[in-house]
């Protein structure tokens, strides 16, 4: 498959050159050049089908020639060797819980993913390539532990000082070998403008060869569709009119949903939902596109003020407001809006939900609310225990910690903190 340059300035490239550069030389988002629906014969057999098997047969028209067949089916197989299970609340709203990888968190899949496709096409080459990732939170442990110890790849993150929580800060600080963690005095926005201006650097993409894990890197972006699959073969039997509410950041997850229905996945709407960093709530209100410095709330992983995969998103609607509004609903919600609701899916359902679950749990209710008879489906998108004081403190019950957890949380931080471009530029090139 060939993807081109959503800026339209840059050549097409293969599904390798767009994984390697991560963005392209014009600053666009790679996006592929077709996308085939899958036969009936494939969404008819879903019931016999493994995950495995359904994510290679998802995924194959992206990646083939250059990742062969033998070596994509060994790279879902080992992607997901952890379950997905999707949890009912009631008639109308389930869970699918995404967090059962080795760092809890949905990031696990795409980063996984894209290490090993990235330690397949390094296989034969002696040329290192530096991954550089910004992360609001979660990313930076996802991708941290999905690359340790692929050879030829070296891994700088970039994170938020003071705002991801302590158990994500482990997480990435704590892996030692090939990763490298930066703490920024700024915010994520500062974080992922300093990773833009690296990759447009001449100076530095001459010395080195430089790629995102971000889920602007298409393939860290594209396994995320695999969730939406997975979680329609355990409904379909049951529900009709399934929608799936996406607790929304970057929009990389809710994008990966809507290319899942572009392959023919019979699914009704999608809600994006969003906390107090709000563009797209407030772009289907107003039709007016206006990014904002992000604002810090108890669902972090959340607070980006430009998302920078909506432009995908606007590419699937061929820039078409009508359309989009028809498939898409967004709804925002206040810290203390998501505070009541983990509180209440305790109480009401005995499960314990973390802050972005919990915005996703606030949009399924909203729309259900004008939309009856839909079955909505929140991702649940990290483990509650990242968010323990937060969670802990609502709840006010004290949660045991799982063993991917309690592994780091002993373990010594190692940083090195930057503050400015240049900093980052300086330890790049050292
Ligand atoms: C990254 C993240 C999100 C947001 O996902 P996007 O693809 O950036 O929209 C939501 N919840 C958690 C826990 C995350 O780590």
Known sequence: MNYYSLNKKAKSESFRNAVIKGLAPDKGLYFPESITPLPSSFWDNLDNLSNSEIAYEAIKQFV????????????????????????PLNDNISSLELFHGPTMAFKDVGARFMARCLGYFNENNTNEVTV???TSGDTGGAVANGFLGVKGVNVVILYPSGKVSDIQEKQLTTLGQNIKALEVDGTFDDCQAMVKTAFLDTDLTSHMQLTSANSINVARWLPQLFYFIFAYKQLHNQHKNIVFSVPSGNFGNICAGMMAQQLGLPIEHFVAS????NVVTRFLLTQLYQPKPSVQTISN??????????IRIQEIYKNNFESLKENLSSYSFSDKETREALLEIYNNYNYVADPHGAVGYLGCKSYLDQNPNAHCVFLE?????????VVEDIINEEQ?????????????KVSVKISTYEDLKGFLLN
């Open 301 to 310: 992983a959340m607070d980006v003020g430009s998302p920078s995969n909506f």
């Open 132 to 134: 550089l990732v910004a």
């Open 274 to 277: 969003n906390n107090e960093n």
């Open 64 to 87: 083939f020639p250059e990742i062969p067949e033998n070596v994509l089916k060994s790279i879902v197989a080992e992607t997901l060797s952890f379950d997905f299970p999707l949890v």
């Open 381 to 389: 998108t990290a483990h509650p225990t990242k968010f323990l004081n």
């Open 400 to 412: 045991p910690l799982p063993k991917q957890i309690q592994s780091v949380m002993g373990k010594q």
